[in-house]
């Protein structure tokens, strides 16, 4: 996870929020690092582990870099669990910006 994105994201939570939207950050971590991650940005939304990596699996993204881990990755996932929009970085500080989310999720309905 990149303390420096869920920082903004945290920061951001409340403009999300009014788009109608949530945030779950979900890391490759287990779960101790996971909640020691969330507890040092004050995330006010769910981090969540996937030690197993099955989540990361599912989505395409684990070892892309080819470091055992998920790629950063975001996705913008609908009511109804269909991806509407996704980022997969081709590096490990490929991510889009705060406004790049924002107008994405803006121009969703959300």
Do not use: H
Request: hydrophobic share 45%.
């Amino acid at each position: 996870m990149c303390r420096g994105q869920l920082d903004e994201l945290a920061d951001a939570y409340p403009q999300f929020r009014e788009l109608g939207t949530e945030i779950v950050a979900i890391s490759t971590d287990d779960v101790t690092d996971a909640k020691q991650m969330a507890s040092l940005v004050n995330a006010p939304f769910p981090v969540l582990a996937d030690a197993s990596s099955e989540t990361a699996l599912a989505y395409e993204v684990f070892d892309l870099l080819d470091d055992g881990v998920a790629a950063p990755a975001v996705f913008i996932v609908d009511g109804d669990r269909v991806v509407q929009w996704k980022q997969i970085g081709q590096d490990i500080a490929d991510r889009p910006s705060l406004g790049e989310l924002l107008s994405v999720v803006q121009g969703q309905g959300n």
